[in-house]
């Protein structure tokens, strides 16, 4: 392919310069060159003169005159360039226009060709357990009810007979959909490794390309190679980059491509044989995106949601990737796995392996529990920025702040239990209080989304109270706390405007009904910072007790922040609570 491109683009720059080296000059030129004996061939055909030069440059000029072309002729010869009177023909401008226009078709016919050759290429194809380490079912920790809703598929690639007996047609596809990073591909690796059969595997983007048509080739030959390897799975990850739905009405060029790719993609998953152990199985975080066509039984007959793990497999995925970093005995798995709601399988990884990194930064010969907080805090609220100079009338409204936070989340019955508050900058905050929620929660009541606004206004509650004024630290905590009263009021029917919902796409979207949402939600956020203020004057001293605490140790802990409510209701924090 180099060699050939080089070729190309060879006579490519052959021709350019052929057009651009001849030039046309005057007869006064033309005596000049002939009377320096620059000029070492002549060429005249009729009355025009095509003059050879050193350095391959090429004059013409036209002169007219009989006489005056008998006199330049003499004094070329004089001079020693020779001289022919051969007929020659000067390249047409039609033809000058038309060299260029080959050569940008010859190379696009290359490049072309290249990529309809290395389509059959552009997937990774692994026999199950050979190429890769083997990864079976047992080896992906957590997700019982989704490994179990695979067997199925897994059975199918082993004994296709057993449903074909009785007239059971088995599935064709299968969609695994969920956040990023809870194992959608690790998933379907092990499927091919349980039946034992081949594993091709593309992304989607790999199906894009410039040229109309290679998209689809690709897909074709990555079908025509699933035949050949029957049984075997074909996985296609982040299938949404060449699945999403088809635009109406947009004929450009890159539209014109993925609706080709799409359809030769829908027709190879309706075309081959229920019998022949061919299985598809596709990952998206956006199953909304994708085609309805795509999604119809007979293509993607099944749908698994893959969800985050709860905290017995964030248990078991902890014991998976502690499994090559020592421990100290302190550190309890649960613990951690109690403490870290919301966490996918990628995130659990990555704080096992931040904790190994603090550790051997510090020369441990094991990780402890405190590497392992220290890692959360980073994972979850960013990284210190202990080189930030920040003034002590800046801490101080820092300290503040987050202790309105605080005090809000230890006395609001409903609010996750308070684990830390710092006034170390990190990321872009300049202090943090991290609250952990005591268990997985799969339904928020209204009386826990009012008391996390009450919360977020805290701060701002305290700003107000004790230091008399407002600051912008508390931007995003409005920002957040806006946007949960008026899901409250706007989708989950939780005001007094009762059971409506005027989200996006909603048809129900009068300009009435909505400014009635925003007075609500307003209404809603002003009635919780009226609570939170309520709050802070009833522990004004607790309160000047804990900013006294976190100016001196910038950082305090669970136990330390109860120290300055001593008569109020504890909340120990998930990661401690047994």
């Known amino acids: 392919m180099g060699a050939l491109l080089a070729v190309v683009l060879g006579f490519a720059l052959r021709a350019a310069r052929g057009s651009t080296t001849q030039r046309a000059a005057t007869y006064t030129e033309l005596l000049r060159i002939a009377q320096t004996g620059q000029a070492f061939s002549v060429e005249v055909n009729g009355d025009r ?25 003499s004094r070329f010869a004089g001079a020693g360039a020779s001289v022919d009177f051969a007929s020659r023909e000067e390249p047409s401008r039609a033809a000058s226009a038309v060299i260029p226009l080959v050569v940008i078709a010859a190379v696009g016919f290359v490049l072309f060709s290249v990529n309809r050759r290395r389509s059959p290429k552009m997937f990774s194809d692994a026999k199950a357990g050979v190429a890769r380490a083997p990864v079976r079912f047992a080896d992906v920790a957590g997700m019982h009810e989704v490994k179990q809703e695979l067997a199925e598929t897994v059975e199918f690639l082993k004994n296709p007979q057993r449903f074909a007996r009785l007239g059971g047609r088995p599935p064709r596809g299968v969609l695994l959909t969920g956040e990023p990073g809870t194992g959608k591909t690790l998933l379907a690796r092990a499927v091919a490794c349980e039946a034992g059969v081949r594993f091709l ?51 450009d060029s890159a539209s014109a491509e993925h609706d080709q790719t799409l359809n030769q993609l829908l027709v190879e998953m309706d075309g081959f044989d229920h ?9 998206t975080n956006r199953a909304d995106m994708l085609d309805p066509a795509l999604l119809r039984p007979g293509r993607f007959d099944r749908k698994v949601t893959v969800p985050l793990p709860d905290v017995r497999g964030r248990e078991e995925i902890l014991n998976v990737h502690a499994g090559p970093i020592p421990l100290q005995g302190a550190v309890d798995l649960g613990t951690i796995a109690r403490g870290t709601p919301g966490f996918s399988g990628a995130d659990l990884a990555n704080l096992l392996n931040e904790a190994a990194i603090l550790a051997a930064r510090e020369g441990a010969e094991a990780v402890d529990p405190t590497h392992i907080d220290r890692a959360r805090d980073r994972v979850l609220m960013g990284l210190e920025r202990k080189g930030v100079l920040v003034d002590e009338d800046e801490r101080y409204a820092t300290a503040v702040h987050e202790a309105g936070h605080v005090v809000v989340g230890l006395l609001a019955p409903n609010c996750d239990p308070v684990h830390k508050v710092s006034i170390l900058p990190r990321g872009r905050a300049l202090g943090v209080t991290q609250a952990l929620p005591e268990k997985d929660r799969l339904m928020y009541r209204k009386e826990y989304l009012e008391d996390q606004i009450c919360m977020l206004m805290g701060g701002r509650a305290a700003e107000m109270v004790i230091l008399g004024t407002m600051t912008a630290g508390a931007s995003d905590d409005i920002q957040r706390a806006a946007t949960i009263a008026w899901k409250m009021v706007a989708e989950l029917g939780m005001s007094d405007l009762g059971p409506i919902c005027v989200g996006d796409g909603h048809p129900a979207r009068s300009p ?24 802070v004057k009833s522990r004004r001293s607790q309160i000047d007790a804990l900013v006294k605490g976190l100016l001196e140790k910038e950082t305090l802990g669970i136990d330390e922040i109860e120290a300055c409510f001593p008569e109020d209701r504890r909340k120990r924090a998930a990661p401690q609570a047994a």
Do not use: H, W, Y
């Open 49 to 73: 003169f095509f003059v050879r030069q050193a350095g391959a440059e090429t004059v013409t000029a036209v002169v007219d005159e009989p006489t005056l072309r008998q006199e330049l002729v």
């Open 201 to 251: 595997s593309a992304s989607g983007s790999s199906f894009q390309e410039m040229f109309v048509g290679v998209g689809a080739s690709r897909v074709r030959a990555l079908f025509a190679e699933a035949r050949k390897a029957a049984p075997c799975i074909v996985f296609i990850d982040e299938i949404d980059a060449v699945g999403r739905a088809r635009a109406k009405g947009n004929g």
């Open 275 to 283: 019998g022949n152990g061919i299985v598809v199985i596709a990952s």
């Open 512 to 535: 009435a009904l909505l400014d009635r949402v925003d007075e609500t939600a307003r209404a809603l956020t002003d009635a919780q910072l009226a609570r939170a203020v309520a709050i």
